[in-house]
């Protein structure tokens, strides 16, 4: 029994690439991209005309073959390809999504189409003085053999969706990225279109100086294109580098194949929910052995240790589990997790265990990514309000149905309307009470003053409407509203079309109590000490006090507030700051 509940010894073999490891991919792969826009930029100048794509060209070559770029891009060549190689090694299985599956065969694919275009002009250039010229490729690639044209193109293309995938998969849970997202998709969508119609342009030029062989002839000479001798050797050359390339894949996918027949022998039994058991070999990761035998696990982040949506709860076993990783013992830590609880993407179990998924299945990434930030749920500074109608309860029950229906909708589009004019969300409406977020996408100190003009506002609308629907109503409409600014989480939560941008957490719970708060004190607004911090508001000649609030230990200071239109001066001062 002792030996079992002893703490297990890291698993022999290959885990996954270290921290610094995926960090040297993505600058490379950075590196590699910038290289490839430049290029796709250069050839869009086409559009403008063969003189300017040439003019172009000499601006490119002084970034990328002056000694630094060119060490900068042979580097991050090596680099990618090599952290690509060890990557596949490290592979436990091949079931994938298939966004996923694409990058891979695109970044096998991309070398060996590369290899001639390489050789054939910046290897020629350093060896032979070739001057691989706008021009000169043009009459090749478009008159002479537009095969080879079409190969380029279609290689420029798969190295540009390449690294968009790699950049939007690294870039799509950053909080600021939704907000530039449709940008950068036109962004990613017209460059490759502008270099290929630059192409066309350019090749079309080029065709009418080609009717005439002698400008054909000079142009081979002006770029003192290699002799037959010196051709022979550069496809030696590449033939010699796309050998090397397929060897080093072969070399990869057999290490990896023996690897698997080593480890077929130590294998681990994981209990899913249902009895389900499924075996693996040890250096699987739990959501590893979920992908190979087809059983659903969410994860936002596909697997790499950026979120938490993948997170198990370890029934047994739980004790001769390895311990958690810098990058699992990080997203454990901002959970506060319980022991027992670990990340299916970074877990890799060494004996047998039974779990139990935390988070369903249903949870769809594609929704996610809509709003990496917010959908996936993020914790956030921001003001929260909650306002109240007064008294409608004795209003509503002498009116008819329709007439209640009618009234609530003009009350929510008053209301509404007010906090979205302050900039705020109105993220709910129940009964006759309204729920609304500031500074969601924004600075907290921004979030309290957009809340308390709102507050400002709403009362003005309130009376508005109350003098509009007059001979309907016994009495003027009231408003009690409620302001607290703290942390929250922050996402959209629900169903389908009943899914909404929300906020949970002890600063919603607060908000609320100080809403209800408003009757006590017969006042129109409750603000916390918070709100009037963060929003540099000049306090002086308001009612404080310290309240106790439901759910809440401490005590709260609060600010009481008669008559919200107080406000209207210090809101001016607020603006001045």
């Known amino acids: 029994m002792s030996a079992v509940l002893a703490p297990a010894a890291a698993p022999k073999g290959p885990r996954r690439q270290s921290k610094d490891a995926r960090r040297a991919r993505i600058a490379s792969g950075v590196v590699l991209f910038v290289f490839v826009a ?73 070398p060996v189409m590369l290899v001639d275009h390489v050789i054939g002009t910046r290897i020629a250039h350093a060896l032979y003085g070739f001057e691989d010229s706008y021009t000169t490729l043009m009459l090749v690639y478009w008159v002479l053999k537009p095969e080879i044209g079409i190969w380029q193109s279609v290689l420029l293309l798969v190295a540009w969706t390449h690294g968009c995938m790699g950049i939007h998969y690294w870039l799509r849970m950053r909080p600021w990225y939704s907000r530039i997202r449709m940008v950068l998709y036109t962004f990613v969508v017209m460059l490759p279109l502008l270099a290929l119609l630059g192409f066309a342009q350019a090749g079309r030029f080029v065709a009418t100086l080609a009717v005439d062989p002698i400008w054909i002839r000079e142009t081979f000479i002006d770029a003192h294109t290699p002799d037959v001798m010196a051709a022979a050797a550069l496809r030696n ?106 990340l299916a993407c970074q877990l890799r179990p060494v004996h047998d265990l039974s779990i139990m998924p935390l988070i369903p299945p249903s949870v769809l990434t594609a929704d996610s990514l809509d709003h990496p930030g917010i959908m996936a749920g993020r914790e956030k500074e921001v003001c929260v309000m909650f306002a109240d109608l007064r008294g409608f309860t004795k209003i509503a029950e002498k009116r008819l149905p329709y007439d209640v229906v009618f009234l609530l909708n003009r009350y929510f589009e008053t ?64 408003l009690g ?87 209207e001066g210090r809101m001016k001062s607020m603006e001045a700051v």
């Open 481 to 567: 509203i409620g302001l607290h600014c703290g942390p929250a989480v922050v996402g959209h939560m629900g169903r389908g079309v009943a899914a909404y941008l929300t906020a949970v957490g002890d600063t919603v719970n607060t908000a609320s109590r100080l809403q209800d708060q408003t009757k006590v004190f017969a006042c129109e607004l409750i603000i916390s000490d918070q709100v009037a911090i963060r929003a540099g508001l000049d306090v002086t000649g308001f009612q404080r006090e310290e309240i106790t609030v439901r759910n809440r230990a401490a005590p709260i200071v609060v600010w009481i507030i008669k008559d919200v239109q107080a406000l």
């Open 38 to 110: 430049s290029h796709l930029v250069n050839h869009s100048l086409g559009l403008i005309s063969l003189a300017a794509m040439e003019a172009g060209r000499w601006a490119f070559l002084a970034v990328w073959r002056n000694p630094v770029g060119t060490t900068l891009l042979l580097a991050a060549i090596t680099v990618h390809v090599a952290l690509a190689a060890w990557s596949i090694y490290l592979r436990r299985q091949w079931r994938m999504p298939l966004w996923e599956a694409m990058q891979i065969g695109f970044g096998i694919l991309i």
């Open 237 to 342: 050359m590449g033939d010699t580098l796309k050998t090397g390339l397929g060897v080093l894949l072969v070399v990869t996918f057999t290490a990896r194949a023996l690897r698997y027949l080593v480890e077929r022998g130590s294998s681990v039994r994981i209990t899913y929910p249902g009895a389900r058991v499924v075996s693996v070999p040890i250096g699987f990761s739990i959501l590893e052995a979920s992908r190979q035998e087809r059983i659903p696990h969410a994860s936002v982040c596909g697997g790499r240790g950026r979120c938490s949506t993948c997170r198990v709860r370890v029934l047994t076993g739980a004790g001769a589990l390895p311990p958690p990783g810098p990058t699992e013992a990080r997203v454990l830590a901002r959970l506060n997790a319980t022991p027992d609880v670990r």
């Open 415 to 478: 209301v509404g309307g007010a906090v979205e004019a302050a900039g705020g969300i109105p993220n709910q409406f129940i009964g006759d009470g309204v729920m609304a977020l500031f500074g969601v996408h924004g600075q907290p100190e921004d979030g309290a003053r957009d809340a308390l003009n709102a507050a400002r506002v709403m009362h003005g609308a309130i009376a508005g409407l109350s003098a509009e629907l007059h001979e309907a109503l016994p009495t003027p409409l009231r």
